[in-house]
């Protein structure tokens, strides 16, 4: 019987920190902080050891690493089916993940939805021990996840504030001053009706949009109408029934402030099958989060979201907290930027 013997090339036992630590000529300690990216470790010591792991074909053990340090290296991106992400998932998954490159850390993604409570996930992966922190968007008011992560002292950031008197890391988008923009330029453009379909209250960036909206509409002094029955989240149908019943009243919208891409072609939709030609009879100023905005036909001017940007800050903000970093630098607010002809966004 013949021996079995590894393929040319390949080492003849697995490759650990030490292999590593004694090729490289570094202490495991090192080494270790070394693969991890840790910037404390000088650049030319990374990258001897990071081609020395990759000639020896070192994988690091996760499993080992867990049992020794109790972390997972994992951070969990929490996103709930229900809503509409279509417009800002791959951006916000594109800068998280170029923020976390090198860290050592890797994202999964949880969903949530389908009746569940989302309290119930968070707790399910604090209390199993499934990552080191985690990410979720749709703020509350007083969020119940807020709440309970707080008080277990477990690393998280919000895509979202909320209005807890206790600071908490997050990243937001100034939807009131969006919503302030949007009515503006509808007014610059001749509006005198502003129709806005409305996230549910609870959640704050709804509350953001109401403020901005309304102190906007009081300045101008137009009229403003959210439709009845119908919130960001309906099933689109829904949300073209209400907006084609504005249009057969006595007094209807002329301008129209979409806070979402999928809002967007809704609206578009609407106005044309009700005979009505964008940017003649009626106008739509809408948030632009990504390419996708570029195509629609006819054109429509848009406010962007830097989803992007926003994905880089939640890596950052993320790390900082799992460091023990200051409050200051884990609140972060992204401004709106002004684009009012649609254009396609910056390549990163």
Aim: proline fraction near 6%; hydrophobic fraction near 40%.
């Amino acid at each position: 019987m013949t021996e079995s013997r590894p393929p040319d090339g390949m080492p003849d036992k697995r490759a650990t920190l030490r292999t590593v630590a004694e090729r490289a000529g570094f202490a495991i300690t090192t080494v270790s902080r070394a693969l991890a990216n840790d910037p404390r470790i000088a650049k030319t010591t990374r990258e001897k050891v990071a081609a020395v792991a990759d000639e020896l074909g070192y994988v690091p053990n996760r499993a080992a690493q867990r049992l020794r340090t109790g972390r997972t290296k994992v951070i969990s991106l929490i996103l709930n089916t229900n809503h509409e992400f279509v417009s800002f998932s791959s951006e916000l998954l594109r800068g998280m993940t170029e923020g976390l490159y090198g860290t050592g850390y890797a994202m999964n993604i949880t969903p949530s939805g389908m009746g569940e409570d989302p309290l119930d996930v968070i707790r399910n992966i604090r209390r199993n021990g499934l990552a080191d922190a985690v990410v979720f968007t749709r703020t509350e008011c007083f969020d119940d996840r807020v709440r309970y992560l707080l008080e277990h002292n477990f690393p998280f950031a919000t895509h979202g504030r909320t209005d807890f008197t206790t600071p908490h890391p997050f990243v937001d988008f100034d939807n009131e001053a969006f919503a302030r923009m949007a009515v503006d330029r509808l007014v610059a453009r001749g509006r005198k009706h502003i129709c806005m379909v409305m996230p549910r209250e609870k959640y704050t960036f709804g509350q953001h949009l109401r403020v901005g909206a309304r102190r906007a509409i009081a300045e101008h002094g137009v009229e403003f109408t959210v439709p009845d029955g119908v919130n960001f989240d309906s099933p689109p149908d829904a949300i073209s029934g209400a907006l084609r019943e504005l249009h057969a009243s006595s007094n209807p919208p002329d301008g129209y402030v979409c806070v979402g891409e999928i809002m967007a072609l809704i609206t578009l939709a609407a106005l044309q099958d009700m005979g009505l030609t964008p940017g003649v009879e009626a106008d739509i100023v809408a948030k632009h989060a990504s390419p996708i905005s570029n195509h629609f036909r006819p054109r429509i001017e848009t406010i962007r979201e830097d989803i992007y940007a926003t994905g880089l800050q939640m890596a950052r903000v993320l790390l900082q907290r799992m460091q023990g970093g200051t409050m200051d630098d884990m609140q972060v607010l992204l401004a709106p930027e002004r684009e009012f002809a649609l254009s396609v966004p910056a390549q990163h």
